[in-house]
């Protein structure tokens, strides 16, 4: 079980890409921001879901801008900001 | 046998480049895990760059990733990342002597074997940028049958040999032979150096004209821009290859005909002249020119 042990955050404000942020809460939560939000938050939330489970973590609230990122970029930057955030100092 | 002529620089932290890295016309794209990324964001460089080898498809674009040096703390964890990602190559960087692509080689081994690839499935492009790096050139290049490629770093050798780089770039005339006259003998690829004033493309065209008299397989490129400009240094000239399609038609014909000797526009040619030719109409076509003119 992996612990978030601090803030982790990865990405940028650029376009096609997306600023991720993870910190620890009491219950998993989501928060979408972007002109895509509509278009693609279920998308984003089942991948939010999928990756937390992958990185055996709970308790995250995890906020994304997305600027326009393809998926696989958010998906990369999630796991940047959620590696960043476990790691042992 | 692709066309080579540009490889194009890509950060690897820019996944909105890396997306987009198809449209810019370049033979070959290649994303920097190293010197174009910041020491702070190296692991979402090799997230982002592992995300998109795994997830995009790049179409024919032969996608290079350049992972960070043996010396550094990243170089392991690259190479775990991208190797099972199969790129086209990868490119290592600071290659002193021999011991560096065998250190690189036995870790891309383990992990192909862990990933249950084929042993040598990944190939190097072995890059040369210190002035012993640059000696070392022929024993880095039979290293290992991994290495498909040395690439001439020009900065680091700069850096390294307390140097100016000139608009001319005579300095780097001995280095350029000793590494394109090693990846000939080695039988594999030579890259050249990137030109740094993207806003001065007459330079670039100039440099580029340069590696191609000497024989380099092709040149790297730090924006989108120059690509056109390098590929039109690379273009043979449409007189040469008319001349050549002369020579080839005249050289069949006489094969045909049980004659030894041929002769044409009044002059007499032989073996290597007609080796040239072939070799030149082989790189027109691969340009996309056809009878001599670009397509």
New interface residues.
Partial sequence: MGLIRRMGQAGTLESADCLVTVVRAENDSLDYRGGNRKLFGERTRKLVQETLARFQVSGVQVTIQDQGALELVIRARLETALARAIKEA | MRAMRSMLYIPGN???MI?NAAIFGADMVMIDLEDAVALVEK??AR??A???L???DFGDLPVIVRINGADTPFFDADLQAIVPLRPFAVRLPKCQDPSDVLMADARMTEIEKRAGLPVGTVPVHAMLESARGIENAYAVATASPRVRALTLGGQDLTADMGIQKTRDGWEFFYARSRVVMAAKAAGIDAFDTVWTDFNDPEGLFRESRQVVEMGFTGKAAIHPSQVAIIHRAFRPDAKEVRKAERIVAAASEAERQGRGVVAVDGKMVDGPIIVRARHLISLASLYGMEGGEAR
Avoid: E, L
Wanted: proline fraction near 7%.
């Fill in positions: 820019a996944p909105g997306q692991d979402a997230d982002i592992s995300g998109f795994r997830h995009y």
